[in-house]
């Protein structure tokens, strides 16, 4: 791949482009979710050891943005969502975008290494590797099954907060990562049902291009359905309480009401209304795993506040 062949030189890059190449919002994800895995944690952090550990989480997220938009560039180039990027729009050369994700990559894992353990370091680099290689270049191109194997990459990081405060694994850590794991594929479904011709046009494998838009909708309702004992399974564990139990109840209700009148429509129904349903879906998908990981965080204050008390 060409360090060169995006890049025409019709202005100068700024800091914005920069930015932009570690993928902020992706990135705001990561980092909330692994924050919520260190905070629940059992096992006290300092602040500051707490705060560094976040901000180098961030910085390989960060890191793995920059290396899959490197990659991806070709991609970009023809998909309407993505042509605007800083190394289709021709404002950053690839070369650069692979020396800043190689550069960060190293930096994270070191820094995390020190800052926190080398489990959680080792963790992060398995993180970016998996999200890089395995999805970015071989899972994304070659099966529809992409973003459900894929998607692991990005249920990682709480387990990497966890493992920052307690130095291992836990059954809270693997459900928190079963519930992001999960909630993966209807949420990309979703954004792939009205998205479909931007896949197509990319010859990306993503599940409306192989298989049909009816098809998709099949496997967004059996998946929201499998995620709901998972999510409220957390309910179950020394992390979760009353706070999330009630939370998850009612999002997952919703959210299977949602899959559910996803299912029953028809193309030409979704088609003459712009894909309503299917674009309300998919934002309500990013408030479920939101809101899921905010009340982990209000039943441990809870349990503070109790602790004090007592």
Same mark, same amino acid.
């Given at each position: 791949?060409?360090?060169?062949?995006?890049?025409?030189?019709?202005?100068?890059? @700024?800091?914005?482009?920069?930015?932009?190449?570690?993928?902020?919002?992706?990135?705001?994800?990561?980092?909330?979710?692994?924050?919520?895995?260190?905070?629940?944690?059992?096992?006290?952090?300092?602040?500051?050891?707490?705060?560094?550990?976040?901000?180098?989480?961030?910085?390989?997220?960060?890191?793995?943005?920059?290396?899959?938009?490197?990659?991806?560039?070709?991609?970009?180039?023809?998909?309407?969502?993505?042509?605007?990027?800083?190394?289709?729009? @021709?404002?950053?050369?690839?070369?650069?975008?692979?020396?800043?994700?190689?550069?960060?990559?190293?930096?994270?894992?070191?820094?995390?290494?020190?800052?926190?353990?080398?489990?959680?370091?080792?963790?992060?680099?398995?993180?970016?590797?998996?999200?890089?290689?395995?999805?970015?270049?071989?899972?994304?191109?070659?099966?529809?099954?992409?973003?459900?194997?894929? @998607?692991?990459?990005?249920?990682?990081?709480?387990?990497?907060?966890?493992?920052?405060?307690?130095?291992?694994?836990?059954?809270?850590?693997?459900?928190?990562?079963? =519930?992001?794991?999960?909630?993966?594929?209807?949420?990309?479904?979703?954004?792939?049902?009205?998205?479909?011709?931007?896949?197509?046009?990319?010859?990306?494998?993503?599940?409306?291009?192989?298989?049909?838009?009816?098809?998709?909708?099949?496997?967004?309702?059996?998946?929201?359905? =499998?995620?709901?004992?998972?999510?409220?399974?957390?309910?179950?564990?020394?992390?979760?309480?009353?706070?999330?139990?009630?939370?998850?109840?009612?999002?997952?209700?919703?959210?299977?009401?949602?899959?559910?009148?996803?299912?029953?429509?028809?193309?030409?129904?979704?088609?003459?209304?712009?894909?309503?349903?299917?674009?309300?879906?998919?934002?309500?998908?990013?408030?479920?795993?939101?809101?899921?990981?905010?009340?982990?965080?209000?039943?441990?204050?809870?349990?503070?506040?109790?602790?004090?008390?007592?």
């Amino acid at each position: 791949m060409s360090d060169l062949s995006a890049y025409d030189g019709t202005r100068e890059a @700024g800091f914005g482009d920069y930015v932009a190449l570690l993928k902020p919002r992706v990135m705001s994800l990561v980092v909330f979710t692994a924050f919520v895995g260190l905070a629940v944690a059992p096992v006290h952090v300092h602040p500051l050891v707490a705060f560094a550990s976040i901000l180098f989480i961030a910085l390989g997220g960060g890191a793995s943005g920059a290396l899959n938009m490197w990659y991806d560039a070709d991609i970009d180039r023809v998909m309407r969502r993505t042509a605007g990027r800083p190394i289709p729009a @021709g404002r950053v050369a690839e070369g650069e975008a692979l020396g800043l994700g190689l550069a960060l990559s190293g930096i994270s894992v070191v820094m995390l290494g020190l800052a926190a353990n080398w489990f959680a370091g080792l963790f992060l680099a398995f993180t970016i590797f998996f999200y890089a290689v395995v999805y970015t270049m071989w899972l994304k191109r070659v099966t529809p099954q992409n973003i459900v194997i894929g @998607g692991a990459a990005g249920a990682f990081p709480p387990m990497i907060g966890w493992a920052c405060a307690t130095g291992g694994i836990s059954v809270e850590s693997v459900l928190m990562f079963a =519930l992001i794991f999960m909630w993966t594929p209807p949420h990309f479904w979703a954004l792939a049902l009205f998205m479909k011709e931007d896949y197509h046009r990319a010859g990306v494998p993503m599940l409306t291009v192989t298989h049909g838009r009816r098809a998709t909708r099949a496997h967004i309702l059996v998946y929201t359905i =499998l995620l709901a004992p998972i999510a409220l399974g957390l309910a179950a564990t020394s992390i979760g309480g009353p706070v999330y139990l009630a939370a998850s109840l009612v999002l997952n209700a919703r959210f299977v009401i949602g899959a559910w009148r996803i299912w029953r429509r028809d193309e030409t129904q979704a088609e003459a209304d712009g894909y309503k349903a299917e674009k309300a879906f998919f934002r309500f998908s990013l408030a479920y795993l939101f809101l899921h990981f905010t009340a982990l965080l209000a039943d441990a204050a809870l349990r503070g506040i109790g602790m004090e008390i007592w």
